[in-house]
Antibody, heavy 124, light 111 residues
Framework: QLQLQESGPRLVKPSETLSLTCSVSGGSISNSNLYWGWIRQPPGKGLEWIASVYRTGTTYYNPSPKSRATISVDTSKNQFSLKLGSVTAADTAVYYC????????????????WGQGTLVTVSS | QSVLTQPPSESGTPGQRVTISCSGNTSNIGSNPVNWYQQLPGTAPKLLIYSNNQRPSGVPDRFSGSKSGTSASLAISGLQSEDEANYYCAAWDDSLNGPVVFGGGTKLTVL
């Protein structure tokens, strides 16, 4: 049974870089035709998609935090990662990694498997 | 300000049928399928409905989805206490906001 687990620092200082890793167990990223993404949820607020990556390294970004976000995949470690630079208090959120279907031709995009999420707080 | 608009809250009594609406525009709901997620308190979201009206394996048939024009709805029949959660709609967006945008979420309270 495929599972996703986020890891990384829970506290990041303003202006620094937030770094998170999602480890995939019970299956291989390399053998999947699905995509891998990051979604965040500020406390008490809604969901925001940040970025996604395919096993080949092709990336997709939300234009909003795009200039500060970098997503990458490491198939040898069966994990993918997110870096978000120049963070501010507005980046405080629960960060989820998730697997998703995506077929642009039909507008298909749904997240069918999620990690439990990790709260990252930006504070000095 | 979310791209997709949902009512902040809805409520119902056990056994009742409730609907949650989601409004968008021609670049998202108007031209792409809608998905719905259920988020129980303190947990990660769970895919509830995909491609407008398809249920993943394990989702009870009490949950159903529909779409018309630039709006979509999630219906829950035979409301149960365990349905109390936040519900989010989502869709592909063909504009710069893409590829996926979410609604602001609806808190469903079972009275």
């Amino acid at each position: 049974q495929l599972q996703l687990q986020e890891s990384g620092p829970r506290l990041v200082k303003p202006s620094e870089t937030l770094s998170l890793t999602c480890s995939v167990s019970g299956g291989s990223i390399s053998n999947s035709n699905l995509y891998w993404g990051w979604i965040r949820q500020p406390p008490g607020k809604g969901l925001e998609w940040i970025a996604s990556v395919y096993r080949t390294g092709t990336t997709y970004y939300n234009p909003s935090p795009k200039s500060r976000a970098t997503i990458s995949v490491d198939t040898s470690k069966n994990q993918f990662s997110l870096k978000l630079g120049s963070v501010t208090a507005a980046d405080t959120a629960v960060y989820y990694c998730a697997r998703h279907e995506m077929v642009r031709q039909f507008g298909y995009i749904w997240f069918d498997l999620w990690g439990q999420g990790t709260l990252v707080t930006v504070s000095s | 300000q979310s791209v997709l608009t949902q009512p902040p809250s809805e409520s119902g009594t056990p056994g009742q049928r409730v609907t949650i609406s989601c409004s968008g525009n021609t670049s998202n709901i108007g031209s792409n399928p809608v998905n719905w997620y259920q988020q129980l308190p303190g947990t990660a979201p769970k895919l509830l409905i995909y491609s407008n009206n398809q249920r993943p394996s394990g989702v009870p048939d009490r949950f159903s989805g529909s779409k018309s024009g630039t709006s979509a709805s999630l219906a829950i029949s035979g409301l149960q206490s365990e349905d109390e959660a936040n519900y989010y709609c989502a869709a592909w967006d063909d504009s710069l906001n893409g590829p996926v945008v979410f609604g602001g979420g609806t808190k469903l309270t079972v009275l």
